[in-house]
């Protein structure tokens, strides 16, 4: 009975491990964004900061910085919330999308379009940092490196 309770102990440590890895991916640092790319809709420019505490915030972009937008002239929104549901699903506000993807610069999610019956549809998110040059992909940075 006792190897039986360190097993399942041993079990649930390492998922909880691999569950805080794969959240601290999500967790956006000072000064990083992540850019959001919608391939069914072809829509994209929003930016958001998933937070520690399962909140999400929404940024625009000008030229030279990120900007809050949860609250934007007439448009009052809250921040939004995430979290994981296990290490393979993505909850976010009330969309649930499946992590296909996930490295510290881009995230690749999945959901099944909710008009379109069985139609898969991606979401890419990419990784961007504001710098006293601008904003910048963190891609353009690697290589400068």
């Given amino acids: 009975m006792k190897k039986i309770i360190i097993i399942l ?22 000064k990083e964004y992540w850019v959001h790319h ?5 829509t994209g420019g929003n930016c958001f900061r998933f ?8 940024f625009v972009r000008s030229n030279a910085e990120f900007r809050i937008a949860n609250s934007d ?8 919330t995430w979290s994981l549901k296990n290490d393979s699903t993505f909850v976010w506000d009330k969309g649930i999308f499946k992590i296909e993807k996930l490295t510290k610069n881009e995230i690749l999610l999945s959901y099944y379009h909710y008009e ?3 139609l898969k549809c991606f979401v890419r998110l990419a990784k961007w940092f504001q ?3 601008g904003l910048k992909p963190v ?3 690697d290589n400068v490196k």
């Fill in 73 to 80: 002239g007439d448009l009052k929104n809250d921040a939004g």
């Fill in 51 to 58: 937070n520690e505490n399962g909140s999400c915030d929404r």
């Fill in 9 to 30: 102990v041993l079990i649930l440590s390492i998922s909880c491990s691999k569950k805080e890895e794969i959240k601290s991916v999500f967790i956006a640092g000072k």
């Fill in 38 to 42: 919608d391939y069914c809709y072809n």
């Fill in 116 to 118: 379109l019956k069985g």
């Fill in 139 to 141: 891609d353009v940075l």
């Fill in 131 to 133: 710098t006293p040059q």
